[in-house]
């Protein structure tokens, strides 16, 4: 999604104020309750939601809180888990609110603690689980880095929609290390690579199933083809490839308009007298 200039120019005007204060409050070593203060002071200035009426503190679910919720109007656009600025975000931090989110219905979920963002999405299956989407350490970027932007700026109250975050997620998942070295393995990918091997050498006899033991052992890490987020990008694929072959189905089998437009409309009494037939 393009980013407003507007927008852009606030991200990275609060991005650069905020690297001082979170510097400031992590030498301090400051407690939860008061990262949380800054972090509701970050929604506000850098997201531009009012912190007064869209951010919602200690956000009731089903008998227990959340740290922060982002509402606006009856939409709750995402839960925030927070903790101590000190404290680093484990993968245990989070599982309290994929299940909050999971309860209510709701996609997205940030872990954050103010120099440390992770977003994630929800994925509503059995069990509930949920997928890494960007993850930034403000104390370490660039805040003109167009990637940053781009990151905030699909979460920021002008620019957050369900649609421009499911577009983004898919941008994410698809363009991932996990995803790109899934797509290495493809027959006509290696088919691809195997030609331009054999522009280098002609006579060489280049067998594919070689090619991809080669990746797999020598070339790409271990973890991009053998971790949990490696399994996600698999299975990521093979269900955006299912969609898309149906869409394309579908999209061939429908009658173009011109030819719909030649087709001569069906007469009446030669419908009565199929269903005649068929009746006799």
């Not at 709750?76 to 931090?93: D, Q, S, T, W, Y």
Request: include cysteine; aromatic fraction near 8%.
């Amino acid at each position: 999604m393009a980013i407003k200039k507007r927008i852009a120019d606030r991200i990275r005007q609060q991005l650069k104020r905020y690297q001082s204060i979170l510097a400031e409050a992590k030498g301090r070593d400051i407690n939860e309750p008061d990262t949380v203060t800054i972090l509701i002071d970050m929604l506000a200035d850098l997201f531009g939601y009012n912190k007064f009426t869209e951010v919602t503190k200690e956000f009731a679910i089903r008998g227990t809180y959340c740290d922060l919720a982002i509402q606006v109007g009856q939409d709750i656009r995402f839960l925030i888990e927070a903790k101590a600025i000190g404290v680093p975000l484990k993968e245990n931090h989070i599982k309290q609110a994929v299940d909050y989110a999971a309860n209510e219905g709701i996609e997205w979920v940030i872990l954050t603690n103010g120099a440390q963002w992770q977003i994630y999405k929800v994925q509503f299956q059995q069990p509930i689980d949920k997928t890494l989407v960007f993850e930034v350490d403000v104390l370490q970027s660039n805040p003109r880095d167009p990637q940053i932007i781009e990151y905030f700026g699909n979460l920021t109250k002008e620019g957050f929609t369900q649609s421009s975050m499911t577009t983004f997620y898919q941008q994410q998942q698809v363009t991932s290390r996990f995803s790109l070295a899934e797509l290495l393995f493809n027959e006509r990918v290696l088919k691809a690579l195997r030609k331009e091997i054999k522009k280098i050498a002609p006579k060489l006899k280049i067998d594919i199933d070689a090619l991809a033991v080669t990746l797999r052992n020598e070339v790409l890490k271990r973890e991009v083809i053998e971790s949990d987020e490696a399994k996600q990008a698999v299975h990521f694929l093979k269900k955006s490839s299912r969609s898309a072959s149906k869409k394309r189905a579908t999209k061939n089998a429908e009658p173009s308009p011109s030819s719909a437009a030649q087709s001569p409309a069906p007469n009446v009494q030669e419908l009565a007298g199929q269903g005649s037939a068929g009746k006799s």
